[in-house]
């Protein structure tokens, strides 16, 4: 039992619940504490013990949790959420045979949504970024990424960094967004993509910096992306404005691409399918986070596994996102990317759960969210479940019947 206050007047009492901490101190598998309590005030977790304790607090509001299980509130660490258009047909080609890089080179893909979000109004764009970001949270996210990536211009990145940082005055969330402006070559620069890496240096990455749009940056690294050479001279210049940064890397080849965002001390490498043990070493030795993307690897029929077992043997972190955009991962899920956390890359329930709360705080550079833990935002999910395992295991039933996000009530 700890206190951070001497005040035993609390704004909110959750007693009676299963606390899974996912606190990584702490010895039992997902941080379990059973029968325990929270205690939180002016939006901190303040307190945690045993039920029986609480007698010592009065507080405004006390919630009975019925032997349900209260975990950290969800963290989707990488989405593509704010987008226009569908891309049904490369879907459809897909199937007949087209693979995802052809889609690619023939114009298709990111630049099939780049025209559709260029053409759409902000409120167009806000409205559709609303009605995902909502299903999210009614699984239980209370805090998503959200990259730019289909403007490749200045205005319209722009455009869909304020809807991504709009969201969460009318939605009860936390977003943290991220400027991509390096996700592929406008058409307009074909051929030139030293060019367009050069006004992303000199002009969109110092605008977006000055307007404070972006927590972070990220890129493609990739054959139908940027090169590592060309993501470096990104990651310079984010360096000098003070920007963390991240990247998609080894999604469909090695380029090494880990390595180089952990030589700047990156948040997470995204993807990871091709990566090498060199790497993975690299990544150990900067705390940069593995981000798997199990939806992408599905979507994509990939076959070749991000190396797991590699990344436990070095003790490099594992997050877990959606990747939700309308090409390689047009699934709105979370709770379905745990599953398949699971039985497509053979995590356990604990490290995927870990993937959707502690280690997706790290991936977004988020100190107090993630963890039940005194000191703590008191970002928190209750669910109707029998044991942990249960929120990886099922699919398609909403366990979830409580949510509080900063202490409030929100589900
Ligand atoms: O994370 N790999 C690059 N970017 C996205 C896909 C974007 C798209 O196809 O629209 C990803 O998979
Ligand atoms: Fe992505």
Redesign the pocket.
């Known amino acids: 039992m700890t206190e951070i206050t001497n005040t035993k007047n609390v704004d909110l009492i959750i007693h009676n619940v299963h606390l899974m901490t996912m606190d990584e101190d702490l010895e039992q598998a997902y941080g379990l504490r059973v029968n325990s309590a929270v205690a939180i005030n002016n939006g901190k977790i303040t307190w945690l013990g045993n039920s029986n304790d609480i007698e010592q607090f009065t507080a405004n509001s006390i919630v009975d949790g019925q032997d349900q299980y209260l975990s950290p509130g969800l963290i989707d660490c ?1 989405t ?1 959420l704010v ?1 226009a258009g569908s ?1 049904a047909n490369e879907f459809e080609q897909r199937l007949n045979g087209v693979s ?1 890089e052809e889609i ?1 080179r023939q114009g298709g ?2 630049l099939s ?1 780049v025209n559709a979000t260029r053409a759409a109004s902000e409120d167009t764009l806000y409205q559709f970024a609303k009605q995902r970001t909502s299903a999210l949270i009614n699984e239980g996210v209370t805090t998503l990424e959200i990259k730019s ?2 403007g490749l211009d200045l205005a319209t990145e722009r455009k869909m960094l304020r809807v991504a940082r709009k969201l969460p005055t009318e939605l009860a969330c936390n977003v943290q967004t991220t400027f991509l402006g390096a ?1 592929a070559l406008p058409a307009e620069f074909k051929g030139k993509a030293d060019e367009y890496i050069d006004l992303i240096c000199d002009e969109m990455l110092p605008a977006i910096a000055q307007e404070e749009l972006a927590d972070a940056v990220d890129g ?1 690294c ?1 054959g139908i ?1 940027f090169s590592p050479e060309q993501m470096q001279k990104v990651f310079d210049k984010a360096r000098e404005l003070n920007l963390p940064v991240k990247l ?1 890397a080894e ?1 469909l080849s090695d380029l090494s691409g880990a390595e180089l965002v952990a030589n700047y001390q990156g948040l997470s490498a ?2 990871l399918e091709y990566l090498s043990e060199q790497s993975i070493k690299a990544m150990r030795d900067s705390n940069t986070v593995a981000v798997l ?1 199990p939806g ?1 690897f599905y979507t994509l029929s990939e076959t070749k596994r991000p190396p797991i077992d590699q990344l436990r043997k070095h003790g490099v972190d594992i997050a877990i996102g959606s ?1 939700f ?5 047009p699934i709105c899920s979370l709770k379905l990317m745990l599953h398949m956390a699971c039985t497509l890359f053979k995590l356990t329930p604990e490290e995927a759960i870990a993937g959707i709360t502690r280690n997706a705080a790290k991936a977004l550079g988020l100190k107090t969210k993630g963890t039940i833990q005194v000191g703590q935002d008191a970002d928190l999910c209750l669910w109707n479940i029998s044991q942990p395992a249960e929120l990886a295991y099922t699919f398609g039933v909403n366990p979830l019947t409580h949510v509080w996000l900063a202490g409030k009530q929100s589900i």
């Open positions: 990488h593509h987008f891309r995802y690619s893909g990111i949504t990536g289909y996700h493609f990739e992306g998609h999604q995204d993807h993307l992408a990747d955009n309308p090409g390689s991962s």
